[in-house]
Structure formats: structure tokens, C-alpha cells
T-cell receptor, first 113, second 113 residues
Framework: DQQVKQNSPSLSVQEGRISILNCDYT??????FLWYKKYPAEGPTFLIS???IKDKNEDGRFTVFLNKSAKHLSLHIVPSQPGDSAVYFC????????????WGLGTSLAVNP | KAGVTQTPRYLIKTRGQQVTLSCSPI?????VSWYQQTPGQGLQFLFE???????NKGNFPGRFSGRQFSNSRSEMNVSTLELGDSALYLC????????????FGPGTRLTVT
């Protein structure tokens, strides 16, 4: 059973508009969340993260929002650029010495010029 | 600083054979994690090594094994290959074990026929 779910396999957005990628999780013990971006033939690249003590974290054009009560987080990209076209993975981690990342299946974002 | 490197990049094997994949972490990184990525399952955690010791292990059969050398380079081995082992195998390095911010290599694409 997927503990981290990205229900939209793909998303298409016009250049300059906002891209919103969503992620839901089921395990209330998760306390740290990350977004990674992956281009074809490359490994995932860390993009942005958020701790469960926050509800928002911003880095340039990228903002992650966390709604703990709904067990939902989202990544906003504003404005979207063609170079943002990639697969975006949401990942979550719990506490303790053996923390490991649990990954969603990814959302493929296409930003059209 | 050079990134994570993985060799080989592509590999074709037949059922029943065994395979060894190699990963060199970023200089100074002592923790190496391995993941299997398949379209239906996303990224699945295989194991993590630190100081030549396996610290954490995912839910994979014993056919999947790994090791880490004193220079932090890591290898993973899959014995008695099955068709379902066809996947992209990703290696990630981090400064310390249990770090959720990891740096990925480009992966090794394994095809089992």
C-alpha cells in the first residue's frame, strides 16, 4: 500500500502560469517531506523540503505547503518555465535512527512554451 | 566537486545470471543508499551503508545484497536474476547516515531477458 501518493501521473501547464503538484500521505509519523525533480537519464535532484513544524517553505520560484491535518502537501512553481518539465517526486521520512525515505510514484510535468 | 557516479549505465542480462553494480559517492560523503525504480512501484529503498556496515534494509529478497568499501564506494549484487528485476537502480550519497537530503547518481538501467 502506497504511504505516499501522487494521484496525478501527469500535468500540463502553460509557460508563465502556476504549476501545482499534489501529494498525500497516510502515515502520521512522517515528520519531514521533500520534493525531488528528475530529468530523463538522470538521477533525482533535491528541490525543496519542509519539516512538519512548518506549513510553508519557499525557495525562489518553488514553494511547498504542508497541511498536516489533511496529510497533504503541495509544490507550487511560479512562474513555470519550459526547463521545469520533468518528473517530480514527493518523499516523506519518519523519525528515529532508521529513518528512510518513502517515495510517491511521481508526477510528470510538461510546461508548454 | 564531482557528483555521484554509477557504472555501468546500461546492462542486459539473462534470467538466472548475477550482476554487480557500482557506485562512487560524492567526495566526503560516507553514506550510500540504493534504490530500485520501476514504473509501477516508484523508488523502493534497498539498503543503506555507512562505514562499511549496512545500517538499514528495505523489503527485498536475499538475492539483493550490497557492500561498502573503506573509500565509501559501494557495490550491489543481484543473484539469480528474474525478469522482474528489470529496473533502474539508483545510488544516492549523503554526508551522514539517515540523512533525508540525498544526492543521486544517474542510475544503472538493468534489463533482464
Amino acid at each position: 500500500d502506497q504511504q505516499v501518493k501522487q494521484n496525478s501521473p501527469s500535468l500540463s501547464v502553460q509557460e508563465g502560469r502556476i504549476s501545482i503538484l499534489n501529494c498525500d500521505y497516510t502515515n502520521s509519523m512522517f515528520d519531514y517531506f521533500l520534493w525531488y525533480k528528475k530529468y530523463p537519464a538522470e538521477g533525482p535532484t533535491f528541490l525543496i523540503s519542509i519539516s512538519s513544524i512548518k506549513d510553508k517553505n519557499e525557495d525562489g520560484r518553488f514553494t511547498v505547503f504542508l497541511n498536516k491535518s489533511a496529510k497533504h502537501l503541495s509544490l507550487h512553481i511560479v512562474p513555470s518555465q519550459p526547463g521545469d518539465s520533468a518528473v517530480y517526486f514527493c518523499a516523506a521520512s519518519g523519525t528515529g535512527n532508521n529513518r528512510k525515505l518513502i517515495w510517491g510514484l511521481g508526477t510528470s510535468l510538461a510546461v508548454n512554451p | 566537486k564531482a557528483g555521484v557516479t554509477q557504472t555501468p549505465r546500461y546492462l542486459i542480462k539473462t534470467r538466472g545470471q548475477q550482476v554487480t553494480l557500482s557506485c562512487s559517492p560524492i567526495s566526503g560523503h560516507r553514506s550510500v543508499s540504493w534504490y530500485q525504480q520501476t514504473p509501477g512501484q516508484g523508488l523502493q529503498f534497498l539498503f543503506e551503508y555507512f562505514s562499511e556496515t549496512q545500517r538499514n534494509k528495505g523489503n527485498f529478497p536475499g538475492r539483493f545484497s550490497g557492500r561498502q568499501f573503506s573509500n565509501s564506494r559501494s557495490e550491489m549484487n543481484v543473484s539469480t536474476l528474474e525478469l522482474g528485476d528489470s529496473a533502474l537502480y539508483l545510488c544516492a550519497s549523503s554526508l551522514v547516515p539517515g540523512s533525508v537530503e540525498q544526492y543521486f547518481g544517474p542510475g544503472t538501467r538493468l534489463t533482464v531477458t
